[in-house]
T-cell receptor
Framework: NAGVTQTPKFQVLKTGQSMTLQCAQDMNHNSMYWYRQDPGMGLRLIYYSASEGTTDKGEVPNGYNVSRLNKREFSLRLESAAPSQTSVYFC???????????FGSGTRLTVV | KNEVEQSPQNLTAQEGEFITINCSYSVGISALHWLQQHPGGGIVSLFMLSSGKKKHGRLIATINIQEKHSSLHITASHPRDSAVYICAAYNNNDMRFGAGTRLTVKP
């Protein structure tokens, strides 16, 4: 049972490049989330998907797009990367309210 | 002022000590989430609670909705408990996180 799998684990981008962070879960969870973690800022929600076919903005959605491809997969796309998007990105999933979250191992992204 | 405040920021304890980490929040919540982030960066969900108390092994989480305060207790602390503990105010799929408490337990 893999849980939540994120790829890639590390990535360096040049300003203006695009990329997609992939996330897949095999626990049949309904809800999926993308967070970023910055030093001194804590975790912040970028986008979430409460169920297959729906997505909603979180606290810091600007510069990102998401796709809930099916129940298992939730991808995060940076269309034109900026240095301010240098961060560690975590994907998570959950059955729903009052159910604990399962987190992926994170993607460390550097934009130069 | 942050929506979710944790104290202390850093905590060093001797093995076997009873640990308390505090979390205060100023936003409306439907639940309070405690998480543990390991030194390697991995994040584990410990508790989500909307009232009262939850216990799992040596970990106990309590919440007082009226006072907008939650505590995480660790009994008989062990060096493997060394990690960053994060609380988060949960409401309708949105979570606002505290900055974390870095716990070091020395043998």
């Amino acid at each position: 049972n893999a849980g939540v799998t994120q790829t890639p684990k590390f990535q360096v981008l040049k300003t203006g490049q695009s990329m997609t962070l992939q996330c897949a879960q095999d626990m049949n969870h309904n809800s999926m989330y993308w967070y970023r973690q910055d030093p001194g800022m804590g975790l912040r929600l970028i986008y979430y998907s409460a169920s297959e076919g729906t997505t909603d903005k979180g606290e810091v959605p600007n510069g990102y797009n998401v796709s809930r491809l099916n129940k298992r997969e939730f991808s995060l796309r940076l269309e034109s990367a900026a240095p301010s998007q240098t961060s560690v990105y975590f994907c998570a999933s959950s059955f729903g309210y009052l159910e604990g979250y399962t987190f992926g191992s994170g993607t460390r992204l550097t934009v130069v | 002022k942050n929506e979710v405040e944790q104290s202390p920021q850093n905590l060093t304890a001797q093995e076997g000590e009873f640990i308390t980490i505090n979390c205060s929040y100023s936003v409306g919540i439907s639940a309070l989430h405690w998480l543990q982030q390991h030194p390697g960066g991995g994040i584990v969900s410990l508790f989500m609670l909307s009232s009262g108390k939850k216990k799992h092994g040596r970990l106990i989480a309590t919440i007082n909705i009226q006072e907008k305060h939650s505590s995480l207790h660790i009994t008989a602390s062990h060096p493997r408990d060394s990690a960053v503990y994060i609380c988060a105010a949960y409401n309708n799929n949105d979570m606002r996180f505290g900055a974390g408490t870095r716990l070091t337990v020395k043998p």
